[in-house]
């Protein structure tokens, strides 16, 4: 359980490409500095990538895609109704992520706790290519389905200010069975949750015209829940 942690907690990022992991990430640590719950929080490392992304965010712009070799690293420090974390992401760019090679691996063997974010659009190219790289997500995470992971993995929808989910559990079972059945690869991980998210609680040139604040919408529920889940 969480309490005083003398070392930083490793949470990596997994989407495809376009999926809103860097805004994701961007919009976690805005919605985590406003928490009337969280105490002390500081950037130690990726404040100038923060910083930027920001800046195309409050633009109307939304964050730049990050870059094929690119790294993103953002390690903050914080209290959690008294609790103090030290928590490092780990997010790279979706094609790499795709690509499987070495990176992947990588974030995978580092991560001890997962973000695994989900378009829940309609076009069966983008459903497919989602399922498929969630197999092979937990086939490598499990070893081939030979082992039990006590790893936990929180399955995020994003932009559900345009998808409107309710139900992130219910909407997760209808998104990916008409592909596979995907109980049959999550019967071995221990702790798993749906949630659904929306980074910018709507379109940010248009929130923007219209004079109104860019407003994240539970950003934080799945963090959280990996971070007492860890």
Sequence with gaps: M??????????????????????YLVMLINKLSKMMTVRDIKIHSGLDYYMEMMRWILRGEGPQPTKPGERLIIHASLRINGRKL??????????????????????????????????????????????????????????????KTNRPIAFVFTKNDLYGINNPQQAFWQYTNPVFNTMHILKNVKKFAFFAVSAFGGDPETLRMEGKEIKPIDVEKPFLWLIENM
Excluded: C, H
Aim: aromatic share 12%; hydrophobic share 40%; net charge positive.
């Design 2 to 23: 969480v309490s005083l942690i003398k070392r930083a907690r490793n949470i990596s990022i997994f989407g495809i490409r376009g999926v809103g992991k860097t805004a």
């Design 86 to 147: 030290e928590i490092k992401t780990y997010d790279l760019a979706g094609g790499e992520i795709q690509r499987m090679g070495p990176t992947f691996r990588a974030l995978i063997d580092i991560g001890e706790g997962y973000l695994f974010l989900i378009e829940p659009s309609p076009d069966p190219d983008l459903r497919v290519t989602q399922v498929w790289l969630m197999y092979r997500f937990i086939e490598y995470l499990t070893q081939g389905f030979n082992k």
